[in-house]
C-alpha cells in the first residue's frame, strides 16, 4: 500500500532563515506531488505540483520554491522565511492529475 | 469559474444525533469530480468519498452517507449517529475535468464538535 511520509512534524524558524520540508511516498511509481498551505483558520491553498522529476509548476507567486530530485520525493524551500510563511504545510499525491489526492501528515511551520 | 462553499463554520451536535455538513458547488463544466476530507485535530487530510458528476447515486458508508444533487448543485455529508471521533474540520473540494492545472478548489471547512 501506498504511504506518504513528511518531516519535520514541527518547526519553528526564526525571520531571515531558510527552511527545506521534504516529502516522500512509498509503494507508487511516478506519482503527481503537491505542496499545499493552510494558513491558520483558513482553507487550503495549492502552492506547487508536479507530475515527474524535474517539473515543478508554481500555482501562487510565493516565497517559497519546489523542487523534485528523485521520482517519490518532494521538497519545498526557502531561502528566507517570512513572518507570511507560518502555517500548516500538508503533502499530497494522486496517481493521476485530478484523481483523488491523499495527503501527508503535516509540517506545522511557525516563523517567529 | 469554479466555486466550493461550505456555509455552515461551526456545529456543535451531542453524541447520537445526526449531522448533516452542507457543501454547495459552482461550476460551468460537465465533467467534474467532488470530494469529502476529515481532518481531525491531528491535521491530517483523510479522504472520505469522490464522486463523478455523472453519478448521481447517493452513496452510504457505516454511519456517513452523502446526497449528490446536481439540480441544487449540492453535495452533502450526513453523520448518522455522531461519535466524540467525528468531531474534526470537514472539507468538500470540486476538481474540473477541464480546468487548467490541478488544483483541487476546496471550501473553507465546517468544524464539526461532537460532545459527549
Known amino acids: 500500500s501506498q504511504t506518504i511520509h513528511q518531516w519535520p512534524a514541527t518547526l519553528v524558524q526564526p525571520v531571515g532563515s531558510p527552511l527545506s520540508l521534504e516529502c516522500t511516498v512509498e509503494?507508487?511509481?511516478?506519482?503527481?506531488l503537491y505542496w499545499y498551505r493552510q494558513a491558520a483558520g483558513r482553507g487550503l491553498q495549492l502552492l506547487f505540483y508536479s507530475v515527474g522529476i524535474g517539473q515543478i509548476s508554481s500555482e501562487v507567486p510565493q516565497n517559497l520554491s519546489a523542487s523534485r530530485p528523485q521520482d517519490r520525493q518532494f521538497i519545498l524551500s526557502s531561502k528566507k522565511l517570512l513572518l507570511s510563511d507560518s502555517g500548516f504545510y500538508l503533502c499530497?499525491?494522486?496517481?493521476?492529475?485530478?484523481?483523488?489526492?491523499?495527503f501527508g501528515p503535516g509540517t506545522r511551520l511557525t516563523v517567529l | 469559474a469554479q466555486k466550493v462553499t461550505q456555509a455552515q463554520t461551526e456545529i456543535s451536535v451531542v453524541e447520537k444525533e445526526d449531522v448533516t455538513l452542507d457543501c454547495v458547488y459552482e461550476t460551468r463544466d460537465t465533467t467534474y469530480y467532488l470530494f469529502w476530507y476529515k481532518q481531525p485535530p491531528s491535521g491530517e487530510l483523510v479522504f472520505l468519498i469522490r464522486r463523478n458528476s455523472f453519478d448521481e447515486q447517493n452513496e452510504i458508508s457505516g454511519r456517513y452517507s452523502w446526497n449528490f444533487q446536481k439540480s441544487t448543485s449540492s453535495f452533502n455529508f450526513t453523520i448518522t449517529a455522531s461519535q466524540v471521533v467525528d468531531s474534526a474540520v470537514y472539507f468538500c473540494a470540486l476538481s474540473e475535468a477541464n480546468q487548467a492545472g490541478t488544483a483541487l478548489i476546496f471550501g473553507k471547512g465546517t468544524t464539526l464538535s461532537v460532545s459527549s
Open positions: 509503494g507508487t511509481s511516478n506519482p503527481n
Open positions: 499530497a499525491w494522486s496517481v493521476r492529475i485530478r484523481d483523488t489526492q491523499y
